[in-house]
């Protein structure tokens, strides 16, 4: 019986650890409705000031595993043809949950250069 209680309360533990942290999947698209392969996909967490950055694959998906809860955005761009999120997603993360968050990109060299340069400057921070 004390085994029995042992064991139960060990599993309990455990699915509550691996519930701790939650994920962000989506999907990049281009303007015209397009899969984006390859472009670069910031999640930003405000209140920890950090940043997660994943490619998107083959088929415009990326997944970004292991987020502690909070307060997120997401933006997207992609070097070669100068795309980039007009808005970025914003989202709240719970613990345990999985959140879909679709990006589209558009032209827009007036942002681009300055997004761009803005991601650089967190890239050194962290």
Known sequence: MRLTLCIALLLMAAVAFGQSTGEIRGIVWTADGKPMAGADVVVHNAAEDSHVKVTSGSD??????????????????????????????????????????????????????FVKGLLRRLDVLH
Do not use: R
Request: glycine residues 6%; negative net charge; contains cysteine.
């Open 60 to 113: 415009g998906t990326f997944t970004v595993p292991n987020l502690t809860p909070g307060k997120y955005w997401i933006a997207a761009y992609a070097e070669q043809p100068q795309l980039i999120t007009e808005t970025s997603v914003k989202l709240e993360l719970t613990a345990g949950e999985t959140l879909h968050a679709d990006v589209t990109l558009s032209k827009s060299t007036e942002h681009y250069c």
